[in-house]
Nanobody, 126 residues
């Protein structure tokens, strides 16, 4: 049974940092294209960052470029999202997702991913 569990979400003030984690069971994250998505109330799910199975290719959304970094620890079978200089507009539920063959031009499309976690909430106050 595949399960991915996100953690690390919290209420923080603008300018602070958080690190989100996504720990998996039933699948090896290194075999998949992995991504972080977020969804704010009344908004569509947005792709935030992507990492390839070999970790040699990463992508970040323009809205978080220079502030968010994705990484993966294969020994722990865990995906991370390091978030710095947080802004109120980063407030959302954050999800990790695992997918198979994905064209890089479509990494932000949720339909490209097979498995999803249940999400962790990030709230940034001004």
């Amino acid at each position: 049974q595949v399960q991915m569990v996100e953690s690390g979400g919290a209420l923080v003030q603008a300018g602070e940092s958080l690190r989100l984690s996504c720990t998996a069971s039933g699948l090896t994250l290194g075999d998949y294209n992995m991504a972080w998505f977020r969804q704010a109330p009344a908004k569509e799910r947005e792709g935030v960052s992507f990492i390839s199975p070999t970790t040699t290719i990463t992508r970040v959304a323009d809205s978080v470029k220079g502030r968010f970094t994705i990484s993966r620890d294969d020994a722990k079978n865990t995906l991370y999202l390091q978030m710095t200089s947080l802004k109120p507009e980063d407030t959302a539920m954050y999800y990790c997702a695992a997918g198979g063959g994905i064209s890089l031009g479509y990494w932000q499309k949720p339909e490209q991913y097979y498995y999803w976690g249940q999400g962790t909430r990030v709230t940034v106050s001004s």
